[in-house]
């Protein structure tokens, strides 16, 4: 299972010590425009990831992140037709430029999104569902029931801070969306993911750390790190 956590921009170089068997990731100050670099990592069998604490300041994170890591499950060539990716959020954002990045590398990207992606957005299809809402996750369950797809990523989300607006749900929209919908669909589409080939990726956040003013999702990215190391747990003998 891949779990993907966010660093800053700057964090672009890291060292793998083979004898200690970590990963040390030296960050520094992020950047004035908030930009992130995604760092995939794999999880291997028997491998336990314990809880990583990173040090936060005013301004920066620690100095260095540093966790064991081993070699993942060999990914297993795919023959025939193009491998399928379901990717949420492929309207806007990032999840628009995970589509095209996979389409560029011979991919079939099945989009999910509540609004209708632009038209050069390269989608074999695309599945109209509210994401924040049970009804719509159940609809989009539905529409993806039987799909084989190589990899799943969640990109669809929405930031907002705490207010009237959180509150009147008490996060709800928050949570379902980026925790609820997250497992949900996984769960769907996991069990007919090829062994040794299926892939994962949950899109965090920095926030998850804390951030003031914005509880109700920086809790909700939280909880989402903790699903990506629950399903990890579940799947890996299956090299997923």
């Known amino acids: 299972m891949a779990l993907a956590h966010w660093f800053p921009r700057n964090c672009s170089a890291f060292s793998h010590d083979n004898e200690r068997k970590s990963l040390s990731i030296p960050t520094t100050s992020?950047?004035?425009?908030?930009?992130?670099?995604?760092?995939?990592?794999?999880v291997a069998p028997g491998l336990a990831i314990p809880e990583t604490t990173v040090t936060t300041g005013a301004h920066a994170?620690?100095?260095?992140?540093?966790?064991?890591?081993?070699?993942?499950?060999p990914v297993q060539p795919v023959s025939g037709s193009a491998p399928l990716a379901v990717v949420t959020g492929v309207a806007s954002g990032i999840g628009r430029a995970v589509a095209h990045r996979l389409a560029s590398d011979g991919w079939s990207v099945l989009g999910v999104d509540i609004s209708e992606p632009?038209?050069?957005?390269?989608?074999?299809?695309?599945?109209r569902?509210?994401?924040?809402?049970?009804?719509?996750?159940?609809?989009?369950?539905?529409q993806l029931a039987g799909t084989t797809a190589?990899?799943?990523?969640?990109?669809?989300?929405?930031?907002?801070?705490?207010?009237?607006?959180?509150?009147?749900?008490?996060?709800?929209?928050?949570?379902?969306?980026?925790?609820?919908?997250?497992?949900?669909?996984?769960?769907?589409?996991?069990?007919?993911?090829?062994?040794?080939?299926?892939?994962?990726?949950?899109?965090?956040?920095r926030a998850a750390?804390?951030?003031?003013?914005?509880?109700?999702?920086?809790?909700?990215?939280?909880a989402l790190d903790?699903?990506?190391?629950?399903?990890?747990?579940?799947?890996?003998?299956?090299?997923?």
């Not at 992020?30 to 794999?42: A, E, M, S, V």
């Not at 903790?226 to 997923?240: K, P, Q």
């Open 61 to 73: 994170l620690a100095t260095s992140v540093s966790f064991p890591v081993q070699p993942s499950h």
């Open 209 to 222: 750390q804390g951030r003031p003013g914005r509880g109700y999702y920086s809790a909700s990215k939280a």
């Open 150 to 205: 190589h990899a799943f990523v969640h990109a669809a989300g929405i930031m907002r801070a705490d207010n009237a607006q959180t509150d009147a749900d008490a996060g709800t929209a928050l949570w379902t969306l980026h925790v609820g919908a997250a497992h949900r669909l996984s769960r769907t589409l996991i069990p007919d993911m090829p062994d040794g080939r299926g892939r994962v990726v949950l899109l965090s956040s």
């Open 118 to 127: 632009p038209a050069d957005t390269p989608l074999t299809g695309c599945v």
């Open 30 to 42: 992020p950047r004035p425009d908030g930009h992130l670099t995604l760092i995939l990592l794999t």
């Open 129 to 142: 569902a509210d994401l924040a809402t049970v009804a719509g996750i159940e609809d989009a369950v539905t």
């Open 226 to 240: 903790g699903l990506a190391r629950s399903l990890a747990a579940e799947h890996v003998a299956r090299g997923i």
